[in-house]
């Protein structure tokens, strides 16, 4: 008897308690990477060429076919911007509530963060294509290169091949071969990681 | 004044206290033991017969205290206005005897194959936590996450397998992820029990494995008020603790608290320190009991866990695959291959920044008994849980300072269980237990949550019935457990929408036990025990990359139930008090086991290429033995031996199950024969420890071979003495006695750094 007393309190507890869960508030990914710009500009008045890698769900799968890439010419000197955009044609709400909320720090700016703490971050760009050169045009408060910008040179042995574009975060800039764009010794954590294949004209 | 000096020369002074004292286990007389008045000082030595006499003692109350060596204290409040006569038994075999049981009668409730972590134990290995406090038994190991953070495996199982109790409550929290150390405080603990079959149906959850239980200490029966306090420093990791105790039990209520305070600093391996290693810890419990009427007895426990726990930073970097084979990229070989990790620096650091975690558990039960005769009597309990996880990682632009996962979750149970004696020799026991569970991720982590935000109810009943026949004991027992989990979980996709997942899972088991006392010193025990476990939340739904394993995690909302079946075949015994011996041998074959399973497929990102880790089932089958021997030459002089051997396959791939403990051997030795001197009332104890190369592995199920063997030496000692008629304990240990380098195969840093090097311990507890 008395075990089916508290039964019944149970039972009325149970049914007081909800059996849906509300809904989440959906985090704002302010941090998410999901758009890599390389934008080559010949020297002179030529047409940049964009390279582009898009990935719309953050740490998902990214779509092999959402990539834009392009062609260089050989004997020529590019100069090279490349730009990290976060959530920017994926989640216009949520940019605009932003807005709302505390006008417009550095969400969803990488660049501008990247620039913040350019002591911090290196971009690399490996590879092994013939004819290519990559210089660091840039630098940070210790003289050091940070990868933003950078000069793409070519020569008439170029004909392509890919490209490998790694940005890390927290790692040692001193160490040996960093500053040339030796990834070796670096250490840190990659933020990106990538690879695009350059065409040749 | 005149009247008071009066009344004490009144005092009769010609009391005389006097009894015998004997081993609980085999009830021989215990000789030697010492046997005083604390208020006086007053005492006397048991003779050969165990007996022993004090004369006269005036009228009064008083604390008799007894102690012998290798025994835990006893300390009796008495009342004397007559001579009066106590017997004492002590558990002086038992204490000789860790993690061995002894069979006169059935020391067991039940029989299931259980083992005991003992409050001396514990207070030997104060440093250690929770998981680390159980390495000792056969057949437990532990997963690791640097050395702070460390989760008990039984028989290879661990996780939502291995059912943990806090004081009966199963904890909730953190059953998900092997980088979630358990809530519990060990030095809150009186006594740990683990549980290695299937059984324990009594409990609401899935005991698949097994079961541990962490017990807090009884309180004793003595009005005054009482307490221990103590004190222990670690040079690995300059480490400090502090734990308070106080305790009183009189007519009106029965009160214990105890606190504990820990501070560690970066841990050291044999040649280099490890940084962002160490951690912090602040708990306290509180004990209360009331009898109400004669009756009904209520008893609370509330108890709060705090700590931050520093990661190896150089444990969070990026392991990227090769995106055309999916061998580990240049700079993840360069990781695995290297010295020391990333970031070591050349000092020592108490400091804690991101990688890390910060943990807050609450729990407040209230149980209580109605007993309605001898053999009768209800249990009511409410257990409620507040448990907080914040995990920070070393992100970009100050958002380290933002955790990466932020979850709260809370924890409702209820439960009535009754339980009747019949016929002296059948025990009946059943009960009916609920369990609300809310889980809610914080969004200010600006992360998608690998874990989504559910709610839960749980319904469970269960019967147990036990069978006492002299040289025989059956139990057999039931449970059936219905579970809903409501699921909300955040789309992938651009849109990231809102996706409702509902799950009823109906859950079974069945467990039959016999024991046999085949003489009086030898017996079997046989269990076989049948149970379902549905799938977790984070099996299901798990959704990201996990730092650290460098794995993607992905999880299958089609998951279904896994069905264990387990039976262990246990042989305890001993000659003649002086050779003791313990077996175990156990089978589990677990059908559509659940786990994590590297694909055959990379995923790229953003962040680079990595393997894909998907959980899948598969059935599975896990074999091992646990054996272990203790041959006493003298009171004085033991030695000891452990063996564990255990393999895993998953049959349905005809491949080895990953992350299965490595078989290791320990061996002990300990001499407490000091007559005279400093060292009298001192133990001292050498332990050696073997631990294989776990090559029951493929090479492709790793992107690291497991370590190789390792030995590990380690020496204890321990003194005991009276100052000012307060008992005062210390100990000294040396870990890794050789300073030996060294990483183990469940130590997920391994894939980073080596493993601990040297270290001493040394601590003093104060009683009073």
Request: net charge negative.
């Amino acid at each position: 008897m008395k075990l089916s007393k508290i039964f019944a309190a149970l039972a009325i507890g149970v049914l007081a308690i909800s059996c849906d869960k509300d809904d989440p508030e959906v985090p704002n990914e302010n941090e998410l990477i999901a758009n890599v710009t390389l934008t080559l500009t010949p020297a002179g008045d030529g047409t940049p060429v964009v390279f582009q890698w898009h990935d719309e769900n953050g740490d998902g799968v990214v779509d092999p076919n959402e990539k834009i890439e392009g062609s260089l010419a050989t004997n020529t000197t590019y100069s090279a911007v490349i730009s990290l955009n976060g959530e920017e044609d994926d989640h216009e709400e949520d940019e605009a509530h932003e807005d709302h909320d505390h006008g417009h720090d550095h969400d969803g700016d990488v660049d501008e963060e990247i620039k913040d703490e350019a002591e911090a971050h290196q971009f690399f760009y490996i590879h092994n294509i013939a004819g290519l050169t990559i210089t660091y045009t840039d630098a940070d408060a210790n003289d050091n290169p940070i990868g933003l910008e950078t000069t793409f040179t070519t020569d008439d042995t170029y004909t392509g091949g890919g490209l490998q574009i790694v940005l890390r975060h927290e790692l040692n800039k001193f160490a040996s071969g960093v500053a040339n764009g030796d990834i070796t010794n670096a250490g840190g954590d990659n933020d990106v990681d990538i690879t695009f294949q350059l065409g040749s004209d | 004044m005149l009247f008071v000096q009066h009344s004490f020369f009144a005092q009769n002074c010609e009391h005389t206290v006097s009894g015998f004292i004997t081993d609980v286990a085999n009830k021989t007389p215990i000789i030697g033991a010492s046997v005083f008045i604390k208020e006086t000082g007053k005492g006397a030595i048991s003779n050969t017969k165990g007996y022993y006499q004090i004369s006269n003692v005036c009228s009064g109350t008083y604390h008799l205290v007894i102690s012998h060596m290798g025994c835990e204290d006893k300390e009796k409040s008495i009342l004397i206005d007559n001579n009066l006569k106590v017997d004492v038994e002590m558990a002086h075999l038992v204490n000789m005897l860790d993690g061995i049981h002894l069979l006169n009668k059935h020391p067991k409730k039940s029989t299931q194959n259980t083992q005991v972590v003992k409050l001396k134990t514990i207070q030997k290995n104060t440093h250690l936590n929770l998981a680390n406090q159980l390495e000792n038994l056969t057949g437990v190991s532990t997963v690791k996450n640097g050395n702070s953070i460390a989760k008990p495996v039984v028989h290879g199982l661990y996780g939502n397998r291995v059912l943990l109790l806090n004081n009966n409550v199963v904890q909730s929290g953190q059953q998900w992820g092997n980088d979630h150390a358990p809530e519990i405080d060990p030095l809150m603990a009186g006594s740990i029990q683990v549980t290695k079959g299937v059984g324990a149906l009594e409990y609401q959850g899935s005991s698949l494995g097994a079961v541990i239980n962490v017990l807090p200490k009884e309180i004793q029966q003595d009005p005054h008020l009482h307490g221990n306090a103590l004190y222990f420093t670690e040079t690995n990791g300059n480490g400090h603790s502090i734990n308070l105790g106080l305790e009183q039990n009189n007519a009106f209520l029965a009160w214990r608290v105890t606190g504990t305070l820990k501070k560690y600093g970066d841990r050291k391996t044999s040649d280099y320190y490890l940084n962002n290693t160490g951690f912090t810890e602040a708990n306290l419990a509180v004990q209360i009991e009331k009898d109400f009427l004669k009756k009904w007895k209520s008893k609370w426990f509330l108890s709060t866990f705090n700590s931050t726990l520093g990661v190896l930073r150089g444990s969070h970097v990026t392991l990227s695959t090769q995106e055309e084979n999916g061998e580990p990229s240049e700079y993840a070989q360069l990781v695995l291959q290297a010295d020391k990790p990333q970031y070591t620096e050349s000092n020592f650091f108490y400091a804690i920044d991101a990688p890390k975690q910060e943990v807050h558990h609450h729990l407040l039960k209230w149980e209580n008994e109605y007993k309605i005769n001898e053999q009768e009597s209800y249990q009511f309990t409410y257990a409620g849980q507040i448990d907080q996880r914040e995990e920070y990682d070393v992100r970009r632009s100050g958002r380290s300072e933002l955790p990466a996962l932020s979850l709260m979750q809370q924890t409702h149970f209820m439960e009535v269980k009754h339980q009747k004696m019949y016929a002296s020799h059948w025990e009946i026991k059943k009960g009916i237990q609920y369990t609300f569970t809310d889980n809610t991720n914080n969004p200010e982590t600006g992360i998608l949550p690998l874990i989504p935000d559910y709610l839960s109810h749980q319904i469970g009943t269960f019967a147990l019935l036990d069978l006492d026949l002299n040289a025989w004991k059956f139990e057999f027992g039931g449970r059936y457990n219905y579970s809903y989990q409501n699921v909300a979980y955040i789309n992938r996709d651009a849109t990231r929408t809102i996706e409702k997942y509902n799950n009823n899972f109906h859950n079974y088991s069945l467990a039959i036990g016999v024991d046999y006392h085949a003489t009086e010193d030898l017996f079997w025990s046989l269990n076989v025990g049948l149970t379902t476990r549905n799938p977790e939340v984070n099996e299901l739904y798990s959704y990201g990359l996990h730092q650290g394993v460098s794995g993607f995690e992905i999880g299958k909302p089609t998951l279904g139930k896994e069905t264990g079946i387990k039976t262990t075949l246990g042989l305890e015994g001993n000659v003649d008090f002086k050779w003791f011996f313990e077996g175990l041998v156990y089978a589990n074959y677990i059908a559509d086991y659940i786990y994590l399973q590297p694909e055959n497929e990379f995923t790229t990102t953003i962040r680079g290429t990595f393997p894909v880790f998907k959980y899948q089932q598969n059935n599975a089958r896990i074999v091992g033995f646990d054996l272990g021997t203790n041959y006493l030459f003298s009171d004085a002089f033991k030695v000891g031996g452990k063996f564990s051997y255990i393999k895993g396959d998953n049959l349905s791939e005809n491949v080895p199950l990953v992350y299965m403990p490595a078989n290791n051997a320990l061996f002990s030795t300990e001499f407490k024969g000091f007559k005279e001197g400093f060292l009298k009332n001192s133990a001292i104890e050498l332990q050696y420890k073997y631990v294989f190369e776990q090559d029951h592995l493929l090479t492709h199920q790793d992107i690291l071979s497991p370590p190789d063997a390792y030995q590990l030496v380690a020496i204890n000692l321990t003194s005991e003495f009276y100052i000012a008629k307060n008992k005062v304990k210390t100990y000294a240990k040396l870990n890794n006695a050789f300073n030996t380098k060294y990483r183990d195969y469940l130590n997920r840093l391994r894939y980073f750094s080596d493993d601990l090097g040297r270290s001493l311990i040394v601590g003093i507890k104060v009683n009073f």
